[in-house]
Every structure is written in structure tokens, then in C-alpha cells.
């Protein structure tokens, strides 16, 4: 059974920065490919980051420049690491897993099978 497990969230004035950490277990961590997803109040949830082992990365328009996504396949664990937050980026957000497949839609939240339970981030004007 896969488990998913974000960390990191809290409350940051705009500018600030914060690092979000899922940890996953239950699988073969090499064979998935992974993302980062956020659901605002009112929202429909978004994709923001994606990694997979063998294409690289992809980010959202709204988050390139801002947000890094990386691994540690050690640990078994996703990190974003988010700079410059601003207001609009305060979310629940979620990391989430599948595999990986062709990759056509890494930011798109169907396309994912597994999900963590969420951790609030909050960015104050």
C-alpha cells in the first residue's frame, strides 16, 4: 500500500520561503513518478511541480523561478522547495504519485493515483 506523508507547511509573510517534504513509502520509490499539487479555498486543485527519474521536471507558469522541485531517492522523499511565496500561493498542497507512463500530463491532478492527506500553507500580505 502506497503512503504518502507532507511536512513542511505553515504561515510566512510574502517573500518569504518554506520547504515542503513528502514522505513515501510502500512502493519501489525509482519506479513512480511524483508531483506536487495545490487546492486554494474555492479552487479547483492545480498542479504546480512534477519530477519524474527519466524527463526532468515541470512547473506550473505561475510558480517557474519561484518553486523547485527535487528527490532524495535515499530517503524515499519529494521535497518543493518554495521562495519568494506570495499571497495567491497560499493552499493546501499535495503530493501525489503514479506511474510514470508517457508523461504527457504531469501537472494534471487525474492523472495521479496516490495522494497525501495535505499541509496548509499560508502567505500573508
Known amino acids: 500500500q502506497v503512503q504518502l506523508v507532507e511536512s513542511g507547511g505553515g504561515s510566512v509573510q510574502a517573500g518569504g520561503s518554506l520547504r515542503l517534504s513528502c514522505a513515501a513509502s510502500?512502493?519501489?520509490?525509482?519506479?513512480?513518478?511524483m508531483g506536487w499539487f495545490r487546492q486554494a479555498p474555492g479552487k479547483e486543485r492545480e498542479g504546480v511541480a512534477a519530477?519524474?527519474?527519466?524527463?526532468?521536471?515541470s512547473y506550473a507558469d505561475s510558480v517557474k523561478g519561484r518553486f523547485t522541485v527535487s528527490q532524495d531517492s535515499a530517503r524515499n522523499t519529494l521535497y518543493l522547495q518554495m521562495n519568494t511565496l506570495k499571497p495567491e500561493d497560499t493552499a493546501v498542497y499535495y503530493c501525489?504519485?503514479?506511474?510514470?507512463?508517457?508523461?504527457?500530463?504531469?501537472?494534471?491532478?487525474?492523472?495521479?493515483?496516490?495522494w497525501g492527506q495535505g499541509t496548509q500553507v499560508t502567505v500573508s500580505s
Open positions: 510502500g512502493y519501489i520509490y525509482s519506479t513512480m513518478c
Open positions: 501525489a504519485a503514479r506511474s510514470c507512463g508517457w508523461w504527457l500530463k504531469p501537472l494534471e491532478p487525474k492523472e495521479y493515483t496516490y
Open positions: 519530477l519524474s527519474r527519466d524527463r526532468g521536471t
